[in-house]
């Protein structure tokens, strides 16, 4: 059962990082509207080229590692890595007041705030779950995957991971400001 809540942890943040750098590379505006966010983070104008493309990269590099089994815990770790650094990018945009839209899967206009911070500990959390479904003590091996519960666990992944793409539209519609 652990293994298959496992690999939807890892379905889950797949498509989340996968959507997160897909939504930077779509278009040069884009891009450039996720490099001029940096200002509000601090980062110099020459460090947000660099900076751009090592975000863009990580989160590409998550997703693939989080694929194959041989490589899904170094994915997991990569992928919490990131989730650290952009909490506390967050964090410190949030403590220093400043105003700074997220920019986490395109153009979304709702600002950074606390729920910026839960939803990343949440994934963290389903990170932290990931590790424990993917261990080999509790994985098992190819032969012994039930295809039934393995499209279940991976159908739930893509909806939680939809949900997680659109939280700021959600948020919106839900708490109106």
Same mark, same amino acid.
């Given at each position: ?5 496992? *690999? ?8 989340? *990082? *996968? ?14 509207? #996720?490099?001029?966010?940096?200002? $509000? !983070? ?10 751009? @493309? ?22 997991? %770790? ?7 650094? #952009? ?9 220093? %007041?400043?105003? $700074?839209?997220?920019?986490? !899967? ?20 389903? @990170? ?8 080999? @003590?509790?994985?098992?091996?190819? $032969? ?6 393995? $499209?279940?666990? %991976? #159908? ?22």
């Amino acid at each position: 059962m652990l293994a298959y809540v496992g *690999f939807g942890c890892r379905v889950l943040l797949a498509v989340v *990082f *996968f959507a997160a750098a897909m939504s930077k590379v779509r278009g040069r505006r884009q891009r450039a509207e #996720f490099q001029a966010s940096l200002e $509000a !983070f601090g980062v110099r104008p020459r460090w947000r080229s660099p900076a751009t @493309a090592a975000v863009i990269t990580g989160e590409l590099a998550t997703a693939s590692l989080l694929a194959p089994d041989v490589t899904a815990l170094a994915g997991l %770790g990569v992928g919490a890595a990131l989730l650290l650094v #952009f909490t506390t990018a967050i964090s410190s945009v949030l403590r220093r %007041g400043v105003s $700074a839209s997220c920019r986490c !899967f395109g153009a979304s206009t709702q600002p950074l705030g606390r729920r910026h911070l839960i939803r990343n500990a949440i994934l963290l959390l389903i @990170a932290a779950v990931g590790v424990a479904g993917t261990l080999p @003590a509790t994985a098992p091996g190819l $032969a012994a995957w039930d295809p039934a519960a393995l $499209a279940l666990s %991976g #159908f739930a992944a893509m909806v939680l991971a939809a949900l997680v793409i659109s939280y700021d539209d959600l948020v919106a519609v839900v708490l109106p400001r």
